[in-house]
């Protein structure tokens, strides 16, 4: 039995009863880490002595009879963007080198009290601000699907790690896509928590700017749909650092099997590989009981250029300055790309802009009351050649039109999930469903109908 194709659900099954040790999870984890990192640089800060002392506490803890946590013994990896002890925040960036955490984030801590065991942090792009995954610091994640395609970004590290079996939960975060896309490009599935869902705080930068503190949010990617739902209990306990974080229920009360299909929002370019996806997905869950109706949807894109105005807004006054001095080549051509597409924020559209979100967020909550599902695409196109984004401008407008089915919901704090469907093509292919505020139960469930446990590649 090679531990490293379980999934989380079994592996900690398997730990709780005794059957395997943490210790030999973990070994075998950090072996298929030192397999095939060294081709894919997915891990760029390995924490092998720390995960063979953490599996060590799990058995030890079996061994007095203590009760195993959710995630006992589970191998799962942790983003450079947030804190966790003794190591650098990087975020992708060699200014940030030395930022040496002295605790846990909120995210890290629920892992660790879950009986996770953190393997390694992975790969972002620079300022995770890119759908590929490349930086100056760590340098290039590569996908280990195919050759020649992005791993998707900015979560790439997490997604290419999940999809080679080198944990069984990749920690991620998301403002713009950047859980979903890894997982649509990879070939596995991931989970945007609804905002507050998971606590988030960061003791060694400053408090998040409003676009962050509105839009950004940490969850988990896995190769099954059941190690999501393990994996989202453990990150979402407590914690009081997160002013934003609510105490939800993770299951609410039953709603209407129903789900809107929305083939191609607001009318933008949709690739036939991609509208296949939708359509057979949309077969799937009406032969297990949805009702599945193609209808029209609240705005799309109205909703994308308003959290763009929010996400640039922070970029311009948190870090404009840090993006010249990093000088990395992709993050400033991006940038640049994004302050030519986007105007500046005056304090009086600020205002306007927190009151369109208001509004969007009214409507599309009230569409979700009424279709408490959305299936719609990830993205417009199949998952992109690796660094098309910064090939040219035009070609970098490509990408982000591409991309409004993941950047429009942030906005409204919506929760989404990416489902693999078939990795039988060129290229993986999935959808994206979409639910209410703190309804990622609806989404769940959904997509067990949807997405099989994955292989790993």
Same mark, same amino acid.
């Given at each position: 039995?090679?531990? #490293?194709?379980?999934?989380?659900?079994?592996?900690?099954?398997?730990?709780?009863?005794? !059957?395997?040790?943490?210790?030999?999870?973990?070994?075998?984890?950090?072996?298929?880490?030192?397999?095939?990192?060294?081709?894919?640089?997915?891990?760029?800060?390995?924490?092998? /002595?720390?995960?063979?002392?953490?599996?060590?506490?799990?058995?030890?803890?079996?061994?007095?009879?203590?009760?195993?946590?959710?995630?006992?013994?589970?191998?799962? #990896?942790?983003?450079?963007?947030?804190?966790?002890?003794?190591?650098?925040?990087?975020?992708?960036?060699?200014?940030?080198?030395?930022?040496?955490? /002295?605790? /846990?984030?909120?995210? &890290?801590?629920?892992?660790?009290?879950?009986?996770?065991?953190?393997?390694?942090? #992975?790969?972002?792009?620079?300022?995770?601000?890119?759908?590929?995954?490349?930086?100056?610091?760590?340098?290039?994640?590569?996908?280990?699907?195919?050759?020649?395609?992005?791993?998707?970004?900015?979560?790439?590290?997490?997604?290419?790690?999940?999809?080679?079996?080198?944990?069984?939960?990749?920690?991620?975060?998301?403002?713009?896509?950047?859980?979903?896309?890894?997982?649509?490009?990879?070939? &596995?599935?991931?989970?945007?928590?609804?905002?507050?869902?998971? @606590?988030?705080?960061?003791?060694?930068?400053?408090?998040?700017?409003?676009?962050?503190?509105?839009?950004?949010?940490?969850?988990?990617?896995?190769?099954?749909?059941?190690?999501?739902?393990?994996?989202?209990?453990?990150?979402?306990?407590?914690? @009081?650092?997160?002013?934003?974080?609510?105490?939800?229920?993770? +299951?609410?009360?039953?709603?209407?099997?129903?789900?809107?299909?929305?083939?191609? @929002?607001?009318?933008?370019?949709?690739?036939?590989?991609?509208?296949?996806?939708?359509?057979?997905?949309?077969?799937?869950?009406?032969?297990?009981?949805?009702?599945?109706?193609? &209808?029209?949807?609240?705005?799309?894109?109205?909703?994308?250029?308003?959290?763009?105005?929010?996400?640039?807004?922070?970029?311009?006054?948190?870090?404009?300055?840090?993006?010249?001095?990093?000088?990395?080549?992709?993050?400033?051509?991006?940038?640049?790309?994004?302050?030519?597409?986007?105007?500046?924020? #005056?304090? +009086?559209?600020?205002?306007?802009?927190?009151?369109?979100?208001?509004?969007?967020?009214?409507?599309?909550?009230?569409?979700?009351?009424?279709?408490?599902?959305?299936?719609?695409?990830?993205?417009?196109?199949?998952?992109?050649?690796?660094?098309?984004?910064?090939?040219? !401008?035009?070609?970098?407008?490509?990408?982000?039109?591409?991309?409004?089915?993941?950047?429009?919901?942030?906005?409204?704090?919506?929760?989404?999930?990416?489902?693999?469907?078939?990795?039988?093509?060129?290229?993986?292919?999935?959808?994206?469903?979409?639910?209410?505020?703190?309804? !990622? /139960?609806?989404?769940?469930?959904?997509? !067990?109908?949807?997405?099989?446990?994955?292989?790993?590649?």
């Amino acid at each position: 039995m090679d531990l #490293t194709d379980l999934t989380a659900v079994r592996l900690a099954a398997l730990v709780a009863q005794g !059957e395997v040790s943490a210790r030999e999870v973990a070994l075998a984890a950090l072996a298929r880490i030192n397999a095939v990192n060294p081709a894919l640089n997915a891990i760029v800060a390995p924490c092998e /002595d720390e995960a063979l002392a953490a599996a060590d506490a799990v058995d030890a803890a079996r061994a007095r009879g203590e009760a195993a946590g959710p995630l006992a013994g589970v191998p799962v #990896t942790v983003k450079v963007n947030v804190d966790q002890i003794g190591h650098a925040t990087t975020n992708g960036l060699r200014q940030n080198a030395g930022l040496v955490a /002295d605790s /846990d984030s909120p995210v &890290v801590a629920n892992l660790r009290k879950a009986g996770a065991v953190i393997v390694g942090r #992975t790969n972002t792009p620079a300022f995770s601000l890119r759908w590929f995954t490349r930086n100056s610091l760590h340098g290039a994640t590569l996908n280990p699907r195919a050759a020649g395609l992005t791993p998707g970004g900015s979560s790439g590290g997490a997604g290419s790690a999940v999809a080679a079996g080198m944990c069984a939960i990749g920690h991620g975060t998301d403002i713009a896509g950047s859980i979903r896309y890894p997982a649509y490009a990879c070939g &596995v599935h991931g989970l945007r928590p609804s905002l507050g869902r998971v @606590p988030a705080y960061n003791a060694t930068g400053a408090d998040r700017l409003i676009g962050g503190q509105l839009m950004a949010v940490s969850g988990p990617l896995a190769r099954s749909v059941p190690d999501l739902r393990l994996a989202l209990a453990a990150m979402a306990a407590p914690d @009081p650092r997160d002013p934003w974080f609510i105490a939800a229920p993770p +299951e609410g009360p039953p709603l209407p099997r129903r789900v809107a299909l929305c083939m191609a @929002p607001d009318g933008m370019a949709v690739a036939p590989a991609v509208q296949a996806a939708l359509l057979a997905a949309a077969e799937r869950l009406t032969a297990a009981g949805y009702g599945v109706d193609e &209808v029209a949807t609240p705005p799309w894109a109205e909703a994308m250029a308003v959290q763009l105005r929010l996400w640039m807004a922070d970029m311009r006054h948190g870090a404009a300055q840090a993006v010249q001095r990093e000088a990395d080549p992709d993050a400033l051509f991006v940038y640049d790309c994004l302050c030519r597409i986007v105007p500046p924020l #005056t304090a +009086e559209v600020l205002m306007e802009t927190l009151q369109a979100r208001a509004r969007l967020t009214r409507l599309w909550r009230g569409f979700l009351a009424d279709w408490p599902l959305v299936l719609c695409p990830v993205s417009g196109e199949p998952p992109f050649p690796d660094h098309l984004d910064v090939l040219s !401008e035009s070609a970098f407008q490509q990408v982000l039109a591409a991309q409004m089915p993941q950047i429009a919901p942030p906005l409204m704090g919506l929760p989404g999930l990416a489902v693999t469907t078939d990795l039988t093509g060129p290229t993986p292919m999935g959808v994206h469903l979409l639910a209410d505020w703190h309804r !990622e /139960d609806v989404l769940l469930a959904a997509g !067990e109908v949807l997405g099989a446990v994955v292989p790993r590649a």
